[in-house]
């Protein structure tokens, strides 16, 4: 019912800026013929205060609330996402966007490339998260807000609502950054570069112009998505789940996929397959790798706040995510202390590991929904 | 900690609401599950902040609608920058902290005044139970044994005016609680008071010289009124 309720209040498609209107792009390059995928949930109202914008994951798209259009699967937040719910499209106008370089509607390395007129391949340049914010900053501008309520995001996300709040202080009332962190690791980097050489090493790769030779690397783009996937969970959850539980009676003696675990790794590396580019795996990873906000403050994280210190930001992490460990977000959280900015930051007791922001959280819900209502009161949206 | 039902204000919390001008800047360390913070929001609109180190305890603010970091009173106050509080309450929890000291230099550093309040363990009772049984006190302001309690730097009235002398500070109140009844004015340096007073509540200032000394920001803003009026 309330999945239906949704998809009645759904808007969106394709944003394209006029030729006049790039993108520019931290490398110095200029993105021109820019393309947005993006949906929209509720109505915005009369003064446009109450706008909400959630930023995807490595992987999401703007499908946050609607049916996968090529996998059919529902909307990968609608658990947070409805009436009654912490994001209400009753009240609230809700936009999520494809980031750009993603393969969803928003312009991509599997875009066509105006000057050449074929598929964009590795000529499409490198992009950074504040290169996926300033798109998106475009397109809220076009939509005609000038200030979003909130800025919402888990992982990847997180980084773009900390880049929101860090470029465009004057435009974002409230931030929300769930398990995420404000610079990549030397081991967020690693395994990132674990899956790009799995990609590359696969011969279907072609240098990047797979396209034009009509094949996919389907099998270096599936071993990427599972060292990837292996990073999401935790080892207590991955035990619970399948411990090591065989899919048949007995083993092969061979290297079949004997254990439970091997045979849910190869489903999610062959599912992710039909619905991911593998060069738009690469430039966004690099994209994360790549984020590191204090860099470009001084290597002072708590100097690139110092603007959005009337931001509201809430921050949550979770007690099993070694992918973006705690330490990371309380690194945040005292550079925002530091900044004067204002900040609600909880370590939330989990064992679902990186995902666990995605998945059935009670606490998480109380947290969001206590943070999100004090701050509509504050912003006169209650 | 003084143990109350839902409607009924803990008596320390209505005097440090006495104690808290409307409308200021307050930072609550050790804020539980933030009623405190509830209390200082409604009924004085003060801007409140809170550092708690339980997880449970943070998720409850935030679902109150309260910002509270999760965070350790040893470890989290460095990273306030200098006087971005009026106040800095530190309720029932200075005892339990691994270096007082530093955290009570700490509050005056983030705030212009820090309201601190703690179980007195020269409390004639406390004496007593050592006195007549010999094992450690376990009164009701001091309710848990000794090897689950948390407080690790107990103090008596006396030791902590000492303290205070030593970081030049100044007391602007104070007030003695015993058992559950309303805060009642003392005079802090009254050697019978160190018997008297079951839980201690101390408002204080860094001393004018000090003040100079390590805030540029200059002269404090004067207390308007009796301290205890309301």
Redesign the interface.
Known sequence: MAALDLVTHAGGGTWRFPANEPLRLDSGAMLEGLEIGYRTYGELNADKSNAILICHALTGDQYVASPHPTTGKPGWWLRMIGPGKPLDPERHFIICTNVIGGCMGSTGPASINPATGKVYGLAFPVITIPDMVRAQAMLVSALGIETLFAVIGGSMGGMQAQQWAVDYPERVFSAVVLASASRHSAQNIAFHEVGRQAIMADPDWRGGAYAEHGVQPGKGLAVARMAAHITYLSEPALQRKFGRELKRDGLSWGFDADFQVESYLRHQGASFVDRFDANSYLYITRATDYFDIAASHGGVLAKAFTRARDV?F?VLSFTSDWLYPTAES?HL??AL??A?A????????SDKGHDAFLLDEP?MD??????L???E?DRGLI | MTSNSQNKVREDFREILRLVRPGSRVLDVGCGEGALLDLLSHEKQVDG?GLEIS?SG??A???????????DADL?LD???NR?FDYAVLSQTLQATRHPRHVLDELLRIADRAIVSFPNFGHWRVRWSLLSRGRMPETKALPMPWWSTPNIHLCTLADFLALTAELNLRVDACAAFAGAGPARPMNPASALENWRAETCLFMLSRNAATTQGNHPGGELPPVSGDLFDG
Do not use: K, N, Y
């Open positions: 509201r809430c309380r959280v005292r202390t530091a004067g204002r900040a609600a930051f909880a370590e939330i007791e606490v109380a947290a969001l929904a206590g943070f209502s004090s701050a009161r | 902040r997880a943070v998720a603010c935030m679902a109150r609608g309260l910002s509270v970091v999760q965070g989290d990273h306030f920058p971005s």
